[in-house]
């Protein structure tokens, strides 16, 4: 799939590995939502208010040919809408949703 492609071009990892470690990054974030529930469950950039790191990311997708940069933007959305719930500092939901809406425009 679509980031399998992505780790093979810009990670480095070898095509036998890309499943595998597709497949463990999903079930363990699966296996967290169930148990804790998907807010307290969230990590990552997002989760953080890192808006640094998923500007680079944007940027890296970009970058990309075939880019599921529109699944990105879903899937960030969403991640902030739990990080909101989850009591992220307001001005960090901001940042990252203008960064959101900018490239949704693009």
Same mark, same amino acid.
């Given at each position: 799939?679509?980031?399998?492609?992505?780790?093979?071009?810009?990670?480095?990892?070898?095509?036998?590995?890309?499943?595998?470690?597709?497949?463990?990054?999903?079930?363990?974030?699966?296996?967290?939502?169930?148990?804790?529930?998907?807010?307290? &469950? @969230?990590?990552?950039?997002?989760? +953080? #208010?890192?808006? !640094?790191?998923?500007? /680079?990311?944007? %940027?890296? =997708?970009? *970058?990309?040919?075939?880019?599921?940069?529109?699944?990105?933007?879903?899937?960030?959305?969403? &991640? @902030?809408?739990?990080?909101?719930? +989850? #009591?992220?500092? !307001?001005?960090?939901? /901001?940042?990252? %949703?203008? =960064?959101? *809406?900018?490239?949704?425009?693009?």
């Amino acid at each position: 799939g679509a980031v399998e492609r992505l780790l093979g071009a810009h990670g480095g990892i070898d095509p036998a590995d890309q499943r595998l470690l597709t497949a463990a990054l999903m079930e363990r974030a699966v296996g967290s939502s169930r148990r804790e529930g998907p807010a307290a &469950a @969230l990590s990552g950039p997002v989760a +953080r #208010g890192d808006h !640094a790191t998923v500007n /680079a990311h944007l %940027d890296a =997708l970009r *970058a990309a040919p075939d880019a599921p940069v529109a699944a990105y933007l879903a899937l960030m959305r969403e &991640a @902030l809408q739990l990080a909101r719930q +989850r #009591g992220l500092d !307001a001005a960090m939901v /901001a940042r990252i %949703d203008e =960064l959101l *809406a900018r490239e949704a425009g693009r």
